[in-house]
C-alpha cells in the first residue's frame, strides 16, 4: 500500500485523480488560493459585517473540474458555510475557530470531489489526528492519532483524506500548519507500515534532486522554497519508509527519494539560500558567564514574534549573533533595549549592531561527516570570489555549515557551491 499526498489545485485536478483510487491512500488538501478566498469571506462577514458575497467562491469552484454528478454538492457547500457564519455571528464563535472549523469543511469538500473521480471513499483527517494544548500551542499526541489512524484505516485503501487540520481531544478543530497533508501522510504510513510515501509537489522534486537522506531533506526543509516542513519527514524517518518528492507537472521527472542511504558520489547535496535579513550582534561584559542571558535574549524575541534565521557564539562568551527578517530588526532593537533598562544579568556596557541586507547560504550533505577540510574548501572558494564571510555556524552533527555574507553576494556564492556537487 502507498501514501500519497497532494494539494488539489484546478489545474492538478485530473492528474490527482488519476494517482488515486485502488491500493492507495490519498490525502489531499485545498491550495492556498481556495483557503484565502475563504479567510477573505469570513472577515468580510464576521469582522467587517458585511453581506456575505460568494461570487469569487463559486466561479472558483464552477471552474473546478470534478465528476458532473458532484455539481449539487458545491452549491450545497457554500449554503452551508453561509448558515455556519451567521449562526457563529449570533453565538459569537471566535475568528480563529470559525476559520479553522470552515478550511477544514473546505478541505473535506476537496476530498470528496477527489474522491467521487476516483470511486474512491473518503476519511476526514479530523478524526485520525489528535492533538493537545500545550500553553499556546498545539501539540500533536502520536499516541492517540496512531491508535486512530490503526483503527479507522487499517486494511483499507482506495481512501481519499481530508488534510491539513486535526482536532483536540474535546473536539476543537485546530490547522496542522503548512504542508499538514503531507505530515498527515508520513503519519499514515508509519502506523500502518506502506511500502513508501509520495509526496507531490509543483517543482521538480527537491531542485530536480534524485537522492537525497532523511537528515539531508530536513536541511533542505529550512528553504523558504520548500513545499514541506522538516516535521513531516520525522515519522517516515522513524519506521524507515522511503519517501518520494514526485512533479505533479512534470510527471517524467522521476523523483526525489528520501531515506536513509546517501547519494553516492556527492559530497555536497546541495545548497539553500536565504535573503531579505539583517544580522543583529550583541556582546560586551554583561555576556561573560552569566547563566540565562541567552534564555532571555531569545525569550523575550519569541514573545515579540521575532523568528530567528541564525545563531552564532564565540566560545568566549563576549558576542551572539543572530538573523532576523529585515522588517524585524526596528521590533529586535525595542526589545533588547528594554531588555538591557530592565534585566540586571545585561550591564550597560553591552551594545547591539546590525549588518542591513544580509544573506545566508547553507551547504549540506551526509557525506561531510568526518571529511576533512570540507570547511576550507568553503572558504576558500568565497574568498578567491572577494566574497566576505560576516559570520559561519555548524552544527556539531556536521551535516551542514551556514554563511552569512552580503545578500548582494548570495547568488554568486551559490554559483560558487556548485563545484562541490
Known sequence: ??????????????EIVRL????????????????TLFKELIHSTIVLKKKADTSALKEYLDALPTAPGFAPRKEEFLEYVLDYLRLAKTVHVSLA?????????????CAEAVAVGCKGEVVDGRELVVCRQDGAAHVFDWAASRGEISRILEGRDGVVVAGGYARLEEGTVVGVGKGGANLMASLIASALNASHIEFYVEGDGIEGICEMTYDEAAHYCASKKAPFTSASLWPAKNAGIPIIVH?????????????????AGHLVSGCITDAGLDLVTVYGTGLLGNVGVSSSIFS????????????????????????????????????????????????????????NKVGIITIFGSRMKNIPGISGKVFSLLGDAGINVIASAQGGEELSISIVIDAADIEKA????????
Not at 500500500?1 to 485530473?14: G, T
Not at 512533479?247 to 547519494?263: D, E, K, L, V
Request: hydrophobic share 40%.
Open 300 to 355: 523575550s524575541l519569541a514573545r515579540a514574534g521575532v523568528n530567528i534565521r541564525f545563531i552564532s557564539q564565540t566560545s568566549s562568551e563576549y558576542s551572539i549573533s543572530f538573523a532576523v527578517a529585515s522588517q524585524d530588526s526596528a521590533k529586535v532593537s525595542e526589545v533588547l533595549g528594554k531588555l538591557a533598562s530592565d534585566n540586571p544579568l545585561l550591564s550597560l556596557d553591552d551594545v547591539m549592531i546590525v549588518n
Open 1 to 14: 500500500m502507498i501514501v500519497k499526498s497532494f494539494v488539489l489545485r484546478r489545474e492538478s485536478f485530473p
Open 247 to 263: 512533479s505533479i507537472s512534470n510527471p517524467s521527472f522521476g523523483g526525489t527519494r528520501i531515506s536513509s542511504q546517501s547519494a
Open 97 to 109: 475557530d470559525v476559520e479553522a472549523y470552515i478550511l477544514s469543511e473546505c478541505a473535506c469538500l
Open 414 to 421: 551559490a554559483a560558487l557551491m556548485e563545484d562541490l556537487k
Open 20 to 35: 488515486c483510487g485502488e491500493g492507495t491512500i490519498a490525502v489531499v488538501r485545498p491550495e492556498k488560493k481556495f483557503q
